[in-house]
């Protein structure tokens, strides 16, 4: 098909969503490793994850074999609230950029809570409902988690209590009070009401927080509260299968039109809309039926994949999670306050860590004025207002179309646009005011992190 016929934007039919979600974990022959119970090293049982997560979740998370998961018909109908999202055709911004590749990006960032977070948001709320709670708890750092998930229980009728970092409490008032807008309750992290929150406050005074602590607080409020679970935004493997709606929906708009990408990119916090984006795709790799080239994209402050290691870890500050084996910093790392935006987690998920362990994705580390120069390059030509999370992915995805210039390939390039920034304004000022700083931490800087690795 000529270029020419390919829309500026290709929507799918409400009837042609996906209706169930793809388990990539099926296709893999290197299983990623199981969660370990944090005392005994064991691995967790179904039992045991029941008492923090909700039992179907769970389910999910253990399963390793089944490649579909059925949709429920109250997700779908919730999911065509704001879904298919638009597959783009960047074609302004190729042509900015004078390049024969072709760019297209998934935009995800066309519901309240700005971002991708909330097709996971609802599956999660569905299945408590299902289960008869009462409410859950999660964390929030950025905020767009707290949001999509407070918007996901008003829409079921439940309650939502919510950690949410403090630095980012007070830096982003308008976050609380849209999830506040939803009916969730939203406590600073670390609060006085855990104790492990009280713990925290007493050895480090004045601290303003981080998502490990608040993971911490938010799990035992769930486990010490009758009717309560614990939900989690990212990281794992049950997240990044709800999000494969996104990269499902993406093949299947490609395939529309007879398009078969070269190469597909991501940017990586937690991995959920990165493993979402090129789930169906790595899947087609490992049964041998194509070859991508897949880039994940991570901060240069924050460098799980590229400078990371493939290690046993603990996934919270207060230690109480399981221990899940990923590329990590280690629970220890304390991310650099003037990184902005989300994207600081200090470990991987456990099916991307495994995925990239065994070649089949690679990892890039950018910096962040150069991530916003890209953010703002490409709202100039395409108008979209990205996240500076998105953004990560936008700046590999302009260095890989400049390259094509440069060789005149004429590759097809699909990245995910996961999100609007229009709760970042502080960040996108400090870079604009040019005192926006880049920070690479030293071998020296990481040490400490690396060291708080548990033992195996
Ligand atoms: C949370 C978030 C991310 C990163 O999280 P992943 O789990 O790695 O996808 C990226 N972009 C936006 C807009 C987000 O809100």
Redesign the pocket.
Known sequence: MMSQEIPYKIYLSEEEMPKQWYNVRADMKNKPAPLLNPATHEPMTLAELEHVFCTELAKQELDDTTPYFDIPDEILGFYRMYRPSPLVRAYCLEKKLDTPAKIYYKFE?NNTS????LNSAIAQAYYAKQQGLKGVTTETG?G??GTALSMACSYFDLDCKVYMVKCSYEQKPFRREVMRTYGASVTPSPSMDTEVGRKILAEHPGTTGSLGCAISEAVEAATSTEGYRYVL???LSQ?LLHQTVIGLETKAALDKYDITPDIIIG????????GGLVSPFIGEMLRGEKKYQVIAVEPASCPSLTRGKYAYDFCDTGKVCPLAKMYTLGSGFIPSPNHAG??RYHGMSSVLSQLYDDGLMEARSVEQTAVFKAAEQFARVEGILP?P??SHAIKVAIDEAMKCKETGEEKTIVFGL??TGYFDMYAYESFHDGTMKDYIPTDEDLQPGFDSLPKM
Do not use: M
């Open positions: 960032g700005g971002s991708h977070k950025a767009q988690w935004g990212s990281v997240v940017c990586a916090g937690g991995g959920s809309n990165l989300g994207l996240a999370e998105s996961t999100g």
